[in-house]
Protein backbone atom coordinates (compact mmCIF):
# COMPACT_ATOMS: atom_id res chain seq x y z
CA UNK A 1 0.00 0.00 0.00
CA UNK A 2 2.43 2.44 0.93
CA UNK A 3 4.60 1.82 -2.29
CA UNK A 4 1.72 2.41 -4.40
CA UNK A 5 1.24 6.17 -2.91
CA UNK A 6 4.92 6.33 -2.85
CA UNK A 7 6.16 6.40 0.62
CA UNK A 8 8.88 4.08 1.80
CA UNK A 9 8.02 2.43 5.15
CA UNK A 10 10.09 0.57 7.60
CA UNK A 11 8.83 -1.02 10.61
CA UNK A 12 11.42 -1.14 13.55
CA UNK A 13 11.00 -3.19 16.79
CA UNK A 14 12.43 -3.21 20.18
CA UNK A 15 14.58 -0.34 18.97
CA UNK A 16 17.56 0.93 21.46
CA UNK A 17 17.12 4.13 22.92
CA UNK A 18 20.05 5.99 21.42
CA UNK A 19 18.95 4.89 17.76
CA UNK A 20 15.16 6.48 19.25
CA UNK A 21 16.63 9.65 20.01
CA UNK A 22 18.02 9.59 16.41
CA UNK A 23 14.82 8.66 14.56
CA UNK A 24 12.86 10.95 16.62
CA UNK A 25 15.49 13.95 15.84
CA UNK A 26 14.99 13.31 12.09
CA UNK A 27 11.46 13.04 12.17
CA UNK A 28 9.44 16.63 10.93
CA UNK A 29 6.18 15.10 12.86
CA UNK A 30 5.35 12.12 15.35
CA UNK A 31 1.56 10.54 14.30
CA UNK A 32 0.18 8.77 16.97
CA UNK A 33 -3.09 7.00 16.94
CA UNK A 34 -3.24 4.27 19.45
CA UNK A 35 -6.73 2.60 20.91
CA UNK A 36 -6.98 4.13 24.42
CA UNK A 37 -3.55 4.24 25.69
CA UNK A 38 -3.52 4.61 29.17
CA UNK A 39 -0.57 7.14 29.13
CA UNK A 40 1.34 7.26 25.67
CA UNK A 41 4.85 7.54 26.26
CA UNK A 42 5.48 7.99 22.36
CA UNK A 43 4.35 11.92 22.32
CA UNK A 44 6.11 12.52 25.48
CA UNK A 45 9.66 11.08 24.06
CA UNK A 46 8.53 13.21 21.05
CA UNK A 47 7.80 15.89 22.77
CA UNK A 48 11.35 15.82 24.81
CA UNK A 49 13.05 15.88 21.21
CA UNK A 50 10.86 18.87 20.10
CA UNK A 51 8.89 16.49 17.59
CA UNK A 52 5.48 17.97 17.38
CA UNK A 53 3.16 15.14 17.88
CA UNK A 54 -0.55 14.74 16.23
CA UNK A 55 -2.60 12.31 18.30
CA UNK A 56 -5.96 11.27 18.68
CA UNK A 57 -8.07 12.35 21.33
CA UNK A 58 -8.58 9.23 23.10
CA UNK A 59 -6.79 8.39 26.41
CA UNK A 60 -3.81 9.36 28.69
CA UNK A 61 -2.52 11.76 25.63
CA UNK A 62 -5.41 14.15 26.56
CA UNK A 63 -3.63 14.67 29.86
CA UNK A 64 -0.37 14.89 28.18
CA UNK A 65 -1.16 16.49 25.34
CA UNK A 66 -2.55 20.31 25.33
CA UNK A 67 -4.29 20.91 21.62
CA UNK A 68 -3.06 23.69 19.21
CA UNK A 69 -0.07 24.56 22.25
CA UNK A 70 2.10 21.30 22.95
CA UNK A 71 0.54 19.09 20.27
CA UNK A 72 -2.51 18.68 18.15
CA UNK A 73 -6.03 16.44 18.94
CA UNK A 74 -7.72 15.01 16.50
CA UNK A 75 -11.21 12.25 16.34
CA UNK A 76 -10.71 9.23 15.61
CA UNK A 77 -11.25 9.65 11.41
CA UNK A 78 -8.80 10.08 8.81
CA UNK A 79 -9.68 12.23 7.06
CA UNK A 80 -9.68 14.93 10.21
CA UNK A 81 -6.00 12.95 11.18
CA UNK A 82 -4.70 13.91 7.40
CA UNK A 83 -5.63 17.18 7.57
CA UNK A 84 -3.85 17.96 10.33
CA UNK A 85 -0.97 16.68 9.26
CA UNK A 86 -1.66 18.43 5.97
CA UNK A 87 -2.23 21.97 8.00
CA UNK A 88 0.59 21.23 10.29
CA UNK A 89 3.48 20.78 7.55
CA UNK A 90 2.47 24.11 6.16
CA UNK A 91 2.75 26.12 9.18
CA UNK A 92 6.26 26.40 9.97
CA UNK A 93 6.35 28.70 12.64
CA UNK A 94 3.19 26.59 14.38
CA UNK A 95 5.28 23.79 13.99
CA UNK A 96 8.07 25.55 15.99
CA UNK A 97 6.20 26.99 18.52
CA UNK A 98 4.65 23.49 19.21
CA UNK A 99 8.06 22.12 19.32
CA UNK A 100 9.12 24.31 21.94
CA UNK A 101 6.24 23.94 24.16
CA UNK A 102 6.06 20.85 23.74
CA UNK A 103 9.89 20.76 25.20
CA UNK A 104 8.96 23.45 27.77
CA UNK A 105 6.21 20.99 29.19
CA UNK A 106 8.60 18.00 29.40
CA UNK A 107 10.90 19.77 31.76
CA UNK A 108 8.48 21.38 33.89
CA UNK A 109 5.74 18.68 34.13
CA UNK A 110 7.25 15.37 33.26
CA UNK A 111 10.50 14.77 34.41
CA UNK A 112 11.45 12.32 37.23
CA UNK A 113 11.83 14.58 39.69
CA UNK A 114 9.29 16.21 39.32
CA UNK A 115 6.98 12.80 39.12
CA UNK A 116 8.76 12.19 42.96
CA UNK A 117 7.45 15.54 43.99
CA UNK A 118 4.12 14.69 42.68
CA UNK A 119 4.17 11.22 44.83
CA UNK A 120 5.75 12.63 47.52
CA UNK A 121 2.73 15.30 47.92
CA UNK A 122 -0.03 12.11 47.62
CA UNK A 123 2.14 10.09 50.48
CA UNK A 124 2.18 12.91 52.25
CA UNK A 125 -1.70 13.45 52.29
CA UNK A 126 -2.62 9.86 52.71
CA UNK A 127 -0.50 9.76 55.89
CA UNK A 128 -2.54 13.09 57.08
CA UNK A 129 -5.53 11.17 56.28
CA UNK A 130 -4.34 8.19 59.10
CA UNK A 131 -3.49 10.46 61.60
Avoid at 58 to 80: A, F, Q, Y
Avoid at 88 to 104: D, H, N, P, W, Y
Avoid at 106 to 112: A, R, S
Wanted: hydrophobic residues 40%; charged residues 25%.
Amino acid sequence: MTARVGVELEIKNLVPSNELVQLYNKAKLVLYAPYLESVGLMPLESMACGIPVITVREGGVRGSIIHNKTGILTERDENMFGEAVTKLLFKKEKMQKIAQRGIESIHNFWTLEHAGERLLKHLNRVMEMLK
